[in-house]
């Protein structure tokens, strides 16, 4: 049990409160189809979002869920698996936007510099992130980050592993699921021409704010809600 007045416990429900999907299951298509969409939301990000909370609960954790992510290795194994689940679709969501005309969505201001600057195109670095979802053996995450010197990189992450925990150390500015659960009813086995398409419907207004942010070096920021 905890001990703590009801107002922290009803502040705690809402800390762990699930991203509301901001667009509805069918608005990625022809990219992300309707039923995966449904699924991967009330399944999967549900279910992980349930095993954390549970495990909050369990081992009387009561601490920020970045805080949590940045020190993990203090907790069991399952506290990273689902707290990473939750964390990483909490960003996810956001980080996709429909594209209605059909024309890619494509970086701008601060975002698109950086791109530049760092890996020549925005071409080129969409290669690196589909060359980086080749190399990912099994289930995890692409990521592209922002280090705490300001420079970037492209990171894959195993299972549901995230920029924030220590072993990365970095900030997370893009995040593409690889999980098979993701695309494989639509795309099968064929994750390349999943991560290629995935580019058609990102958010780049929520990538650029979290440049913005990263250039600001604040790393510590609640970026969940
Ligand atoms: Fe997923």
Not at 94 to 101: A, E, H, Q, S, V
Not at 130 to 146: D, H, L, N, Y
Not at 153 to 164: E, F, M, S
Request: hydrophobic share 35%.
């Amino acid at each position: 049990m905890r001990n703590t007045p009801p107002d922290i416990e009803n502040a705690d429900v809402i800390r762990f409160s699930p991203i509301k999907l901001p667009y509805r299951y069918n608005a990625l298509e022809p990219y992300i189809d309707e039923e995966t969409m449904l699924i991967h939301y009330n399944k999967h990000y549900l279910g992980y979002l349930k095993k954390f909370s549970d495990l909050v609960d369990r081992y009387d954790i009561n601490d920020q869920v970045i805080d949590i992510m940045q020190d993990i290795n203090k907790y069991p194994v399952e506290v990273r698996d689902n707290g990473g689940g939750y964390v990483n679709h909490s960003l996810f969501w956001k980080m996709l936007k429909p594209n209605p005309k059909g024309k890619m969505n494509r970086p701008k201001g601060v975002c698109l510099n950086k791109i530049i600057e760092e890996y020549g195109t925005f071409g080129e670095f969409k290669n690196l992130m589909v060359e980086a979802s080749k190399q990912r053996f099994g289930s995890g995450w692409i990521w592209w980050v922002m280090n705490k010197d300001g420079s970037t990189n492209i990171l894959a992450t195993p299972y549901q592993d995230n920029p924030y925990m220590p072993e990365y150390n970095s900030y997370p500015l893009l995040g593409i699921d690889v999980w098979e659960h993701a695309y494989y009813l639509k795309y099968d086995a064929d994750r390349t021409d999943y991560v290629k398409n995935i580019f058609n419907v990102i958010n780049w207004d929520e990538v650029e704010n979290r440049c913005v942010v990263g250039n600001r070096s604040i790393f510590d920021v609640n970026i969940i809600n």
